[in-house]
């Protein structure tokens, strides 16, 4: 491997870039999320940066309920990022459908539309069990790229 491609493959695994994406939450499992931004916990510290772009991202971060308007969406999304890839389902809703898990429209949790690395349960789930998600996840990234 030549030294460019190695210094992209650290610099990936030392300074991820997350997209977050809300199939449809309460909005409970979003607060707690972007609350990892905040100066209180203040993830920017570790090179853990949130992008808007798809193609620039490493890590997906999903909350909410997969419901069939969404699903195409959520997989779309999936499908723009580079690999390797990291997927992180948050909160009850993202893990199973959560309270919603019955209702007519919905599809039930992420991974029944895009295959997921790490499970993050809690209603809504605090923001250090989400900051230990997004590390096992990097964990599982770099061993994905090693292959």
């Not at 893990?95 to 809690?122: H, M, Q, T």
Request: hydrophobic share 40%; glycine share 8%.
């Amino acid at each position: 491997m030549n030294p460019i491609s190695q210094f992209i493959k650290t610099s990936r695994i030392k300074s991820p870039w997350v997209l977050h994406f809300d199939c449809g939450s309460c909005n409970g499992c979003d607060i707690e999320t972007l609350a990892v931004l905040t100066p209180v916990y203040d993830v920017e510290r570790f090179g853990i940066i949130n992008v808007g772009n798809p193609k620039h991202a490493d890590v997906f971060l999903v909350t909410g309920t997969v419901n069939h308007r969404n699903k195409k969406v959520l997989k779309n999304l999936y499908d723009q990022m580079p690999e390797p890839k990291a997927v992180i389902a948050i909160g009850a809703c993202g893990l199973s459908g959560g309270v919603f898990r019955e209702a007519p429209n919905v599809v039930g949790g992420v991974d029944k539309v895009i295959p997921v690395d790490v499970y993050v349960p809690g209603c809504p789930p605090k923001p250090e069990a989400i900051i230990d998600g997004v590390v096992k996840a990097l964990e599982l990234f770099a061993a994905k790229q090693e292959q």
